[in-house]
T-cell receptor
Framework: AQSVAQPEDQVNVAEGNPLTVKCTYS??????LFWYVQYPNRGLQFLLK??????LVKGSYGFEAEFNKSQTSFHLKKPSALVSDSALYFC????????FGTGTRLQVFP | AAGVIQSPRHLIKEKRETATLKCYPI?????VYWYQQGPGQDPQFLIS???????DKGSIPDRFSAQQFSDYHSELNMSSLELGDSALYFC????????????FGPGTRLTVL
């Protein structure tokens, strides 16, 4: 079965520091991987995706993610965190329906 | 740019009542997905439609039904509501079939009392 795992319920980081939100996947065949962000009382906003091509994917709001086939990972990164990045982040694999990880709450402190 | 529209945004119902949630996809998007997100949980796939035909079905209770209309909007009908149906219901849309990006609406928060 296709799945993604987010091992951290919460990640805390100081503003200006780099951030990483981890995601590993278990997929048969080529993975179609996505990151979405959810702000309180808002819908899911698409951040970035990996379908094929370069392993380093750049997305919205300065976020990027690195696809690592050998480690079956797709970690979300940002070089310098902002307080406004504080939100709930979901990794997902697309099998025509999205299968989400359990989510990681990112808290950026001033 | 136009986004996915969902109505109503909030809905309060009593147990055993019925509810209808509506989704208006992004223009020219002919594929619609419904997801349910319980409190503190990740979204779970319910059902999807492509060109007005059901294309896939997930963990959707028999009490729920859905359809996609000729203008591509979709409705999720929920009957005999239970307390456990309280959740955020998202609709997402995309053009055509395949595995590319799904764009989500703001969701409908359903509270069953």
């Amino acid at each position: 079965a296709q799945s993604v795992a987010q091992p951290e319920d919460q990640v805390n980081v100081a503003e200006g520091n780099p951030l990483t939100v981890k995601c590993t996947y278990s997929v048969s065949g080529n993975p179609y991987l996505f990151w979405y962000v959810q702000y309180p009382n808002r819908g899911l906003q698409f951040l970035l995706k990996y379908i094929t091509g370069d392993n380093l994917v750049k997305g919205s709001y300065g976020f990027e993610a690195e696809f690592n086939k050998s480690q079956t990972s797709f970690h979300l990164k940002k070089p310098s965190a902002l307080v406004s990045d504080s939100a709930l982040y979901f990794c997902a694999v697309n099998t025509d329906k999205l299968i989400f990880g359990t989510g990681t709450r990112l808290q950026v402190f001033p | 740019a136009a986004g996915v529209i969902q109505s109503p945004r909030h809905l309060i119902k009593e147990k055993r009542e019925t509810a209808t949630l509506k989704c208006y996809p992004i223009p020219r998007h002919d594929t619609v997905y419904w997801y349910q997100q319980g409190p503190g949980q990740d979204p779970q796939f319910l059902i999807s439609f492509y060109e007005k035909m059901q294309s896939d079905k997930g963990s959707i209770p028999d009490r729920f039904s859905a359809q996609q209309f000729s203008d591509y909007h979709s409705e999720l009908n929920m009957s005999s509501l239970e307390l456990g149906d309280s959740a955020l219901y998202f609709c997402a849309s995309r053009p055509g079939q395949g595995l590319d990006t799904q764009y989500f609406g703001p969701g409908t928060r359903l509270t069953v009392l």
